[in-house]
């Protein structure tokens, strides 16, 4: 078992930068593929990126060429740098461990509580 705990979040105007952590604790975050999600008010949680043990990784498309996923498996800490925020990329964040590298989000066996990210316009 692993649990799983999101910090980094905040209040950015668009255009800035954040870097959201999740840090894991229990079983070794590196046999785990790793992935982020999010909610935003009123809408279903959605895939945002994955990181696989072997090192590949896949994006929603509404996030390509600005937000990077990347783990430190030395610091059992995984990392999403989102940079070019836009309005819309405001939700809840969280971060998710399981064993198939995937974006469905039923496979995914851990979950952190959670980091809102608010960008403003």
């Known amino acids: 078992q692993v649990h799983l705990a999101e910090s980094g979040g905040g209040f950015m105007q668009a255009g800035g930068s954040l870097r959201l952590s999740c840090a894991a604790s229990g079983r070794t975050f590196s046999s785990y593929t790793m992935s982020w999600f999010r909610q935003a008010p009123g809408k279903e949680r959605e895939f945002v990126a994955v990181l696989g043990r072997t090192g590949a990784t896949n994006y929603a498309d509404s996030v390509k060429g600005r937000f990077t996923i990347s783990r430190d498996n030395a610091k059992n800490t995984g990392y999403l740098q989102m940079n070019s925020l836009k309005p819309e990329d405001t939700a809840v964040y969280y971060c998710?461990?399981?064993?198939?590298?995937?974006?469905?989000?039923?496979?995914?066996?851990?979950w952190g509580q959670g980091t809102q990210v608010t960008v403003s316009s």
């Open positions: 998710a461990a399981g064993g198939i590298f995937t974006a469905r989000a039923n496979n995914y066996n851990y």
